[in-house]
């Protein structure tokens, strides 16, 4: 009887210490709404920069390199690679440098080999970004394109191989951070993108079970994870691509400077989660408790997409 009592109170301790800590967590979350965490420095770091050939790749490594840290530019085009690493030394803070190395993230050996040079030319890489573009081709159940594996090996598979390679030596110096880039195709499934909402999605799994592991080994030290929800899926200049958006005003084209800037302040913050524009992330949770019917309706209502036809 004894016992069964004090399982009672224990059971009462913990549901009322579990609802004091969803309060207390809640409160500071809408806190730093209004007033957001400091931004840390990123002088010093060293910064590997996937797909830094163009778009937003290109853009983080640049204001990266403005802001103080040493920039390692990957990319399969060496061209474009080699002007992004020129352009972000030029206008890097002091003396910081900007490397380029040519690398096909899609091969595994490929990966391992240039992380070894990596890290003898320049160091233990700190931050990892992998923004490479994704190959979204128009896909259906009954006629799959033959390069959808290329998608997932881009899109998914790459993660892997750079976080092996990587990975093992942050959570040695117990410091490091890793930020994952994912779009509106990874929080709900987008009609004639199979490939890429499948990407997405992966990417978004990924991150959520990494974060899980970081949190709860200690050896991992102060190695931190940030996943960014591009909304919408489309970066101007990224894409060749007919873009339907009925409320332009609403889910528009972001640039890629904007989003480059947007990415490096939730990282300095040491944000878990967060998406482009901010509000975003917490009206899609919110209409993910809808009925089905619903979200269809408000999917037809916005009417906005894509055609990579």
């Not at 890429?196 to 978004?204: D, K, W, Y």
């Not at 931190?224 to 200049?237: A, C, G, Q």
């Amino acid at each position: 009887m004894l016992l069964r009592v004090y399982s009672l109170l224990v059971l009462i301790y913990d549901v009322l210490s579990l609802i004091f800590l969803i309060i207390k967590a809640s409160l500071e979350a809408f806190y730093h709404v209004f007033f957001p965490p400091h931004q840390k420095s990123v002088g010093g770091e060293i910064v590997l920069v996937a797909g830094a050939g163009c778009g937003i790749g290109r853009e983080l490594a640049i204001q990266f390199s403005i802001l103080g840290a040493t920039v390692i530019c990957w990319d399969i085009q060496a061209g474009s690679n080699e002007e992004t690493a020129i352009k972000a030394e030029s206008l890097g803070y002091g003396a910081v440098k900007a490397y380029a190395y040519t690398c096909d993230i899609t091969k595994r050996d490929q990966v391992h080999k240039t992380a070894q040079r990596v890290k003898k030319d320049v160091g233990n890489v700190t931050v990892i970004i992998n923004c490479c573009n994704l190959p979204s081709p128009r896909v259906r159940t009954r006629h799959p394109a033959p390069d959808v594996c290329k998608t997932l090996d881009v899109g998914v598979m790459s993660h892997f191989w750079i976080l092996q390679a990587f990975l093992p030596s942050m959570q040695q110096k117990k410091h490091g951070h890793i930020v994952m880039l994912t779009s509106v195709a990874g929080l709900a499934g987008i009609s004639n993108l199979v490939p890429l909402s499948a990407t997405q999605f992966a990417v978004q799994g990924l991150a959520e079970s990494l974060n899980e592991e970081l949190r709860n080994y200690r050896s991992s030290g102060d190695v931190k994870l940030t996943l960014v929800h591009i909304y919408p899926f489309i970066v101007d200049n990224e894409m060749s691509t007919n873009v339907q958006l009925r409320i332009p005003s609403y889910f528009g084209t972001i640039e890629p400077v904007a989003a480059a800037r947007k990415i490096i302040d939730a990282m300095r913050r040491d944000y878990v989660e967060v998406s482009i524009p901010g509000y975003l992330l917490y009206v899609g949770k919110v209409v993910s408790l809808l009925p089905r019917k619903a979200i269809i309706a408000m999917r037809e209502l916005l009417d906005t997409g894509v055609d990579f036809g």
